[in-house]
């Protein structure tokens, strides 16, 4: 199973980041998987952003829930990640998961 990420890579603050991840080898409404994605701030850990399952449902991160949307397009076997008003704050690599594969990541920086 192979994920790659793609999206912007630069943001201004209050911006709309938009990230997809393409899901090869594996179809994700494969019954038992979660898509997710991570975030790794600079100097910091990684920090789960949201999932979603394979029935279509979502979770989101409290920290994160109001300005966090994950949708999905089966018929191009991809997720998406829609996080609103970025600030400095929500620059960092951006990796989506199913836990047992990881994409290469993306960096994502919002400066003015």
């Known amino acids: 199973v192979q994920l790659q990420e793609s999206g912007p890579g630069l943001l201004k603050p209050s911006q709309t980041l938009s990230l997809t991840c393409t899901v090869s080898?594996?179809?994700?409404?494969?019954?038992?998987?979660?898509w997710n994605w991570i975030r790794q701030p600079p100097g910091k850990g990684l920090e789960w952003i949201g999932r979603?399952?394979?029935?279509?449902?979502?979770q989101y991160s409290p920290s994160q829930e109001s300005r966090t949307s994950i949708s999905r397009d089966t018929s191009k076997n991809q997720f998406t990640l829609q996080l609103t008003s970025v600030t400095p704050e929500d620059t960092g690599i951006y990796y989506c998961t199913n836990w047992g594969n990881w994409g290469q990541g993306t960096q994502v920086t919002v400066s003015s």
């Open positions: 080898g594996a179809s994700i409404t494969s019954n038992g998987y979660s």
């Open positions: 979603i399952v394979y029935s279509g449902s979502t």
